[in-house]
Each structure stands twice: as structure tokens, then as C-alpha cells.
């Protein structure tokens, strides 16, 4: 079996020691930097050197995903699924405004900091630079290094520009017009100015091509998890979509699809994991199950794997709490017994006299709080195709154990005249039983959430799962191919190719063994789409965003019959129903945002959920801007300190001729 890329990190170990790892372990790494930090400390003149920066940016990607936050009760991926239709911010004893975002989310507040239970946005803008500086530290220095072949550094440059490309495709969709940093300076800059988003999407766009070109396929790897060129054509497909160069885009896409030796799993494979307890919640064997357990993601057999984050092994794991973060707080003293309100459920260790392995729910589900709580949309109007809920799609289907339904649970107390029923939301009259709906109850796809969570499983008095955990593994996925089906999909309706997107989404669904197919998909179909196939892998805010952009360019409407302009679209305040972008749209049509202005009460007080059209883009940090003291950061539309005045580099060679002026 091919080996992957946790080998690799071990093997380079002895290159992270010294001044040459230009990342810290101590919370000085997380405080804001001047954009002219971004450079290495020491240069890179031997191979050794190069593999070692190259491994660091690997293994970045998935602080993307699963950073340990302090706590347990947070990922930065949170983040960009509360900023979209298909999540909310669920924990209901942290602070009332900790989902009023349109009045929160400020230049100078306090999201902009590496949270424990908050968002993430300065991590993300930290960990995007970061990136960017690992990749530059390649590119700026390769060229020093003796006895390398062209080949050899070309892959390495192609890797590199991935690394850029990917950080800079994401910032550009979070936070607008960013700085274009391109190089490692031996002097400190302090006059950067913001390069407007559509010129650095230009750029990046023209380095995935190169990076096509120059990286090899994974079977010409050492490793599974570094760069490939399928990876690379993915990224570039993305890219193209950005630009609004759709035709280019679909070419990608069938080269990705029909000519690169890759295909969708459509039938079960790899090491068959029965879940936490049979007992309680039975598995019947799938392709879709198969397809996301982790010891599977990393298989050669497994076709339709583009790129993994691998994620084991005593050096290199990273715990992930998916369980806890995104399972529902179902053990709560909020859900209770309809007749006689007694607790509906509680966690048990294996010692213990109550134990009833009927009822592990524990086990089976984890122990979720909810820290981010699934949006109504995403557990039951976005499976709906032709006015039918599909609950055959095995990625939505409780009978083969993949989907959990609130109403799947029992009353597990004996003294309880309820025991042995199911969980129910209202009484017999009607009357809400579940004290907070938002945090306590709420659908979720098991397949993606399980993991094993490995110390709670060695310790037989444990009755606290929550995923991945020392001994566990959770390798992730970057790219899967059932993406590249829903990015033809989009490239093929940008050009008015109806069929051929209908086509492209209903392969999917045919996959996921769903009884309803689509005779005609609008945008939001796709969208919908890839909620349904990509939960917990794609950015979705992110996605949501991009695709928003790709809309007003393609001048197609969306589902509602709204068109955009290109020129204005991310360019609106205000929460009210009516403009803003499309991903505002979706908030408006799909969420809870904005629908309840004077709060909505939970067992802890009040909580406010809002979201402004501004949000659409998050703000340039404040730290960011106030360090860069002899030039100027532009600020994004709606928030304090924009002005459209301030001066900004239009197209991406003037911002790399520029890098240079130091005064």
C-alpha cells in the first residue's frame, strides 16, 4: 500500500528543530503580525530544506479544518459553515451576541484573536498568510539549491504555487482585496497596499497552470498527502471558475473526470468499522459509510480520493472533535420525558450499574454540545428534490444508520413511564418538550461526524466521547472527484448547458442510491448539492461566496430569478430581504439570521442571530492595517475605515513590482 505523508513529516523531523522552523509553539505565533514578518528567518540551500517547508504546508492544510483550539468545543471549519445556509453558532450558554454578527463582526474585535469556543476569523487570516509564506520561502530560494534537475524543481514550484494559490483563492473570498505578498524580503516592507481581488485571482490562476504542468501524478509520489497534480487541476478548475473562464473550467474538469485514471466509489470497499456500539445504532454496510471512514480515505483502491490530509500517528495527529463539536447536545437536561419530565437520556462508563448497552448513545453518537448547530435547511428542506424528502439518499438514509434523527433516540431512564419510546419534540398537546431546540436537537449526518474516539474506548468507566483522540485516526479529505462533478456542473449552467449541469449533479445522487433525480437544475440545486455531498469538506462560506462572484459574472439567475451585477454585488449593507449577494440570499431564504430581530429565548437568556450583506466579505483586520504604518490597507465595503479612495494595485504585476519598494 502506498505509503503516506505522516511518514514523510517523521522522516524530516530533524528539519522542524532550530532557527530553521520559522513557526513557534508559544502564543506569540498567534498574535497578530506586520505584514513584513512574513518572511524566514533563515534561507533554504539544500533539498532537505525544501521537503521540510514543503511538509510544513501539507500538514498546515488541516489546521484549516481541525486546529486545537484550547478546549475541545471548536475547529476553524466551524467558521465558515455559521457564515452560510447551512449552520449556526449553538452554544447557548456562551454570550447572548455571539451570533449577532451584523452588529459584532468589527475591524478591531475580538474575533479577529485565535478563539476557544469563538470563531475564527483572525486564524484564518494568520494561517492564510502563514501559507503563503511557506509556499514563498520554495519559490524565493529553490534556485539556490545545487544539484537539482529542472523536474525536480519544477515540482517542487508547482507544489509551492498550489500551496499560494490555495491560501490566496480562499482570502480572496473571506476578505476581499488582501495584500499580494509574493516573495521573501531581506528587509522589512511596511508599505504594502491591497491588490484587488480579480488581479490576484489572475495570477494564481496562471501558476495553477504551470503548477498542472509541472507536478506528477500521485503514483509518481513518495507519499499520499502531498500535492499532486490532480490536486492541482482541481485548485485550477476552481480558478478558472473565478475568472469567469467557464469553458476552460469544464475542459479541466473532463480531463479530471475522464483522462486521470480516477472514478466515484460506488460500491463498498476497504475495512468495514461497525460503528461505536452495533447494539445501540446498527450500520448496514455502504458505499457512503465505507467511503468516510478514515482508514479507508487513505486506501489505493480508493479511486475517487484526489487528495488526503493524512492524520495519525504519534508526530504528526491533530485530535478532532468532530462528535462533540457538531453533535447535538442530546444528554442535555433540556430534552425530557413527555409525561412525567424526567431527563431522556443519560452517558454511562461500561462499569457502571446503569450501563444499558441498548442506549449507548455515548458511544454511538459521542457526547455532542453543539457547538455549532445545524441550520433547519440542512437537515430537511435541502434534501428535498421534486417536493419528496429523499430518505433513500444513503448520505440522508437513518434506516442503513448514516442519517440520525432526533426522533431515532429513546427514553433511556427505567423509572420513566416514557422508557423505550422515542424522543419527541412536543407533547401530546402540542406543547414544546425540549427546552433548546437550537443546541439539543437537531439531524446529523453520523458518517461524517464518527470517529473513533479511542481513549474513551481503553477506559471503561469513560462515558465522554467526542472523536478523534490519541490513538485515533482522522485522515481527512482535501479533494474528492464527486467535487469535480459539481464544478463541471457549475461551469457547464454558467453557459446556459442545463442538461449537461442536470447531468453532472444527478451522477451524484445516482451514486448515493437517491430515489428522486432532477429533470432541470437551477444554481441553487448545485449548491444544494454540495451540501448534501461535501458537509464538513468544502469551505462553504468560502464556496458560497465564489459561486456568488461566478453568478453576477455568467449573468445566469438564481433560483428565486434574481440576476447580479458584477460590479455590486458584494458591495451592500444592511439586513434587510432584499439585494445584497447571492451567498446573502441563501442567509435570508435558508437561515435563522435576521428573522428574529428582538431575540430568540433559550433556557440561558437571549440569543441574536443576525447577519449583514456586508458580511458577505469579513473586515481586513485592524492589526493588520495599523502595522503596515507607511502605506494603507484598503478595508472591505460597510465596515469603519473603507474608503474607496485609498489606492490599490489593479492588476497583480504592479503589486510584485512593488514588493521591492521598501520606503
Known amino acids: 500500500m502506498k505509503r503516506y505523508l505522516k511518514n514523510k513529516i517523521t522522516k524530516l523531523a530533524p528539519f522542524f528543530i532550530g532557527p530553521a522552523l520559522f513557526i513557534s509553539c508559544s502564543e506569540d505565533f498567534l498574535e497578530p503580525d506586520p505584514l513584513s514578518f512574513y518572511e524566514p528567518e533563515t534561507t533554504f540551500s539544500t533539498e532537505s530544506g525544501l521537503k521540510a517547508t514543503i511538509a510544513i504546508a501539507d500538514r498546515a492544510l488541516r489546521g484549516f479544518w481541525i486546529h486545537y483550539s484550547g478546549a475541545y468545543n471548536n475547529v476553524p471549519i466551524s467558521t465558515e459553515y455559521v457564515f452560510s445556509d447551512m449552520a449556526k453558532y449553538?452554544?447557548?450558554?456562551?454570550?447572548?451576541?455571539?451570533?449577532?454578527?451584523?452588529?459584532?463582526i468589527i475591524p478591531t474585535g475580538t474575533f479577529q484573536v485565535n478563539p476557544s469556543d469563538n470563531i475564527y476569523l483572525g486564524y484564518y487570516w494568520e494561517e492564510g498568510y502563514n501559507g503563503i509564506k511557506y509556499a514563498n520561502t520554495v519559490l524565493s530560494y529553490i534556485d539556490d539549491v545545487k544539484g537539482l534537475s529542472e523536474d525536480v524543481k519544477n515540482k517542487y514550484k508547482g507544489q509551492a504555487l498550489f500551496h499560494r494559490a490555495y491560501r490566496y483563492l480562499n482570502l480572496v473570498y473571506q476578505f476581499g482585496d488582501v495584500p499580494l505578498i509574493t516573495k521573501i524580503l531581506e528587509v522589512p516592507k511596511q508599505n504594502y497596499y491591497s491588490t484587488k481581488k480579480s488581479a490576484i485571482i489572475e495570477m494564481i490562476t496562471a501558476d495553477m497552470e504551470k503548477a498542472v504542468e509541472w507536478v506528477p501524478e500521485q503514483g509518481q509520489l513518495e507519499f499520499k498527502g502531498l500535492v499532486n497534480k490532480a490536486a492541482c487541476r482541481q485548485l485550477l478548475i476552481k480558478c478558472y471558475l473565478a475568472s469567469g473562464r467557464f469553458r476552460e473550467a469544464e475542459d479541466q474538469a473532463n480531463i479530471l473526470i475522464d483522462q486521470s485514471g480516477y472514478s466515484l466509489m460506488r460500491n463498498p470497499f476497504g475495512q468495514f468499522d461497525e460503528g461505536g456500539n452495533p447494539q445501540t445504532w446498527e450500520i448496514t454496510r455502504n458505499v457512503i459509510w465505507d467511503l468516510h471512514r478514515p482508514e479507508n480515505k487513505v486506501l489505493s483502491e480508493n479511486t475517487e480520493a484526489l487528495m488526503i490530509m493524512p492524520n495519525d500517528g504519534a508526530q504528526s495527529f491533530l485530535y478532532f472533535m468532530s462528535m462533540r463539536i457538531f453533535g447535538p447536545f442530546w444528554n442535555s437536561g433540556n430534552i425530557i420525558t413527555p409525561t412525567d419530565g424526567k431527563r431522556g437520556a443519560n452517558r454511562f462508563g461500561l462499569n457502571s450499574s446503569n450501563y444499558d448497552p441498548n442506549f449507548d448513545y455515548a458511544r454511538a453518537f459521542g457526547r455532542g454540545i453543539a457547538t455549532v448547530s445545524a441550520s433547519y435547511y440542512s437537515q430537511k428542506p435541502m434534501w428535498v428534490v421534486n417536493g419528496i424528502e429523499d430518505t433513500q439518499d444513503l448520505r440522508h438514509n437513518n434506516e442503513v444508520g448514516n442519517w440520525v434523527n432526533m426522533e431515532d433516540l429513546k427514553y433511556s431512564d427505567p423509572s420513566s413511564v416514557d422508557y423505550g419510546k422515542n424522543f419527541r419534540m412536543y407533547d401530546d398537546n402540542g406543547g414544546l418538550i425540549v427546552k433548546d431546540s437550537i443546541r439539543d436537537w437537531f439531524d446529523f449526518p453520523l458518517y461524517k461526524l464518527y470517529l473513533h474516539d479511542v481513549e474513551s474506548e481503553n477506559n471503561q468507566a469513560s462515558s465522554d466521547f467526542r472523536g478523534a483522540t490519541t490513538g485515533s485516526k482522522a485522515h481527512w479529505y482535501l479533494y474528492r472527484l464527486a467535487e469535480t462533478y459539481l464544478l463541471r456542473a457549475e461551469a457547464r449552467f454558467y453557459q446556459g448547458n442545463i442538461p449537461g449541469a442536470t447531468q453532472d449533479v444527478n451522477t451524484i445522487?445516482?451514486?448515493?442510491?437517491?430515489?428522486?433525480?432532477?429533470?432541470?437544475?437551477?444554481?441553487?440545486?448545485?449548491?444544494?448539492?454540495?451540501?448534501?455531498?461535501?458537509?464538513?469538506?468544502?469551505?462553504?462560506?468560502?464556496?458560497?461566496?465564489?459561486?456568488?462572484?461566478?453568478?453576477?459574472?455568467?449573468?445566469?439567475?438564481?433560483?428565486?430569478?434574481?440576476?447580479?451585477?458584477?460590479?455590486?454585488?458584494?458591495?451592500?449593507?444592511?439586513?434587510?430581504?432584499?439585494?445584497?449577494?447571492?451567498?446573502?440570499?441563501?442567509?435570508?431564504?435558508?437561515?435563522?439570521?435576521?428573522?428574529?430581530?428582538?431575540?430568540?429565548?433559550i433556557p440561558n437568556g437571549t440569543k441574536y442571530y443576525t447577519m449583514d450583506k456586508r458580511n458577505v466579505y469579513w473586515p481586513v483586520p485592524n492589526s493588520a492595517i495599523t502595522a503596515n504604518t507607511k502605506g494603507q490597507l484598503s478595508q472591505n465595503y460597510g465596515y469603519d475605515g473603507y474608503d474607496p479612495s485609498i489606492k490599490m494595485w489593479d492588476n497583480w504585476q504592479d503589486a510584485v513590482a512593488d514588493e521591492d519598494n521598501i520606503d
Open 509 to 601: 445522487r445516482v451514486r448515493a442510491g437517491a430515489s428522486q433525480m432532477y429533470s432541470a437544475v437551477t444554481i441553487g440545486d448545485i449548491c444544494a448539492e454540495r451540501g448534501r455531498e461535501l458537509y464538513l469538506e468544502e469551505w462553504r462560506n468560502v464556496e458560497l461566496t465564489r459561486i456568488s462572484h461566478c453568478l453576477a459574472i455568467s449573468g445566469m439567475p438564481d433560483e428565486w430569478g434574481n440576476t447580479y451585477d458584477v460590479n455590486t454585488w458584494d458591495k451592500q449593507s444592511g439586513t434587510d430581504n432584499v439585494g445584497g449577494s447571492y451567498w446573502y440570499q441563501r442567509i435570508v431564504h435558508y437561515t435563522l439570521y435576521n428573522k428574529h430581530p428582538e431575540g430568540i429565548v
Open 90 to 104: 449553538g452554544k447557548s450558554d456562551a454570550s447572548n451576541t455571539i451570533a449577532d454578527y451584523a452588529n459584532t
